[in-house]
């Protein structure tokens, strides 16, 4: 039996979800931030050609999150997955 690799996708992606839990690094250390817990928020990361991804924007609006996708991917690999399904 031969397996084929699954390609990586390698654009912009827009996820969503009820945050469980968030933390904040900087200077001064890592600590908790209670704003966000329980609230859906949609993510939109950037996945690059080695399956890296990076976290370029979050909130509560989707229309808004398929506008920052789309504006990421004119640089990023031009391709957009929503994996919401348009949820909320």
């Given at each position: 039996?031969?397996?084929?690799?699954?390609?990586?996708?390698?654009g912009v992606e827009i996820n969503g979800g009820v945050v469980?839990?968030?933390?904040?690094?900087?200077a001064r250390g890592t600590r908790p931030v209670?704003?966000?817990?329980?609230?859906?928020l949609y993510y939109v990361d950037v996945i690059e050609d080695d399956g890296t991804r990076i976290s370029m924007w979050d909130g509560t609006d989707h229309a808004?999150?398929?506008r920052q996708a789309n504006l990421l991917a004119l640089d990023f690999g031009g391709k957009v997955r929503?994996?919401?399904?348009?949820a909320r």
């Amino acid at each position: 039996m031969v397996l084929l690799p699954f390609p990586n996708f390698t654009g912009v992606e827009i996820n969503g979800g009820v945050v469980q839990s968030e933390t904040v690094t900087d200077a001064r250390g890592t600590r908790p931030v209670l704003i966000n817990v329980g609230r859906f928020l949609y993510y939109v990361d950037v996945i690059e050609d080695d399956g890296t991804r990076i976290s370029m924007w979050d909130g509560t609006d989707h229309a808004e999150a398929v506008r920052q996708a789309n504006l990421l991917a004119l640089d990023f690999g031009g391709k957009v997955r929503d994996r919401t399904g348009g949820a909320r």
